[in-house]
T-cell receptor, first 115, second 112 residues
């Protein structure tokens, strides 16, 4: 158990819908990262927040957005869902907000299925 | 940007030794990570190398050669539970090295 929690574990929804994924980092960690893992794309970085502020963006679609709240939990919002958005969504946390010389710890993931 | 190459699949026998290779291309090297991921589960941290050489941690060791852009993960005394994907990753330059760029992973199957 990494100490990172994610809810829900599974989510099944229809195309065009909107969903929210939630992540709570390890105690003491200020950084939260979101990654998407699909069968054909591998693990891809989406977005990074540190202490409530966005710090880096990866290949995140405009239909996706995220935020980190004062209690440091983070939410990833996915809207106008398409079949291709079906994937495992992981969040990871680490202590610092700087370069990744310290380990990122991954949560158990949310499996999103879009029908 | 970054480019990471790993073999897609490997098979080995229980009790044996296996070496999983990773080659990378990145400007401004800042270390290399290895993660283990069982199917449908979270990646879990195995090792971090920033200097050349071999680092040993129990049954798992990781080697780095910065001049060759090369790393390997060595797994000894293989157990059935070692059947998993092994992901090599480097900090992503475009994100100020904050995020990680992962290779596609090597799926290791351990056979009895």
């Amino acid at each position: 158990d990494s100490g990172v929690t994610q809810t829900p574990k599974h989510l099944i929804t229809a195309t065009g819908q909107r969903v929210t994924l939630r992540c709570s980092p390890r105690s003491g960690d200020l950084s939260v990262y979101w990654y998407q893992q699909s069968l054909d794309q591998g693990l891809q970085f989406l977005i990074h927040y540190y202490n409530g502020e966005e710090r880096a963006k990866g290949n995140i679609l405009e239909r996706f957005s995220a935020q980190q709240f004062p209690d440091l939990h983070s939410e990833l919002n996915l809207s106008s869902l398409e079949l291709g958005d079906s994937a495992l969504y992981f969040c990871a946390s680490k202590t610092s907000g700087g370069p990744s010389t310290d380990t990122q710890y991954f949560g158990p993931g949310t499996r999103l299925t879009v029908l | 940007g970054q480019n990471i190459d790993q073999p897609t699949e490997m098979t080995a026998t229980e009790g044996a030794i296996v070496q999983i290779n990773c080659t990378y291309q990145t400007s401004g090297f800042n270390g290399l990570f290895w993660y283990q991921q069982h199917a449908g589960e979270a990646p879990t941290f195995l090792s971090y190398n920033v200097l050349d050489g071999l680092e040993e941690k129990g049954r798992f060791s990781s080697f780095l050669s910065r001049s060759k852009g090369y790393s390997y993960l060595l797994l000894k005394e293989l157990q059935m539970k070692d059947s998993a994907s092994y992901l090599c990753a480097v900090p992503t330059m475009d994100t100020g090295r904050r995020a990680l760029t992962f290779g596609s992973g090597t799926r290791l199957q351990v056979q009895p």
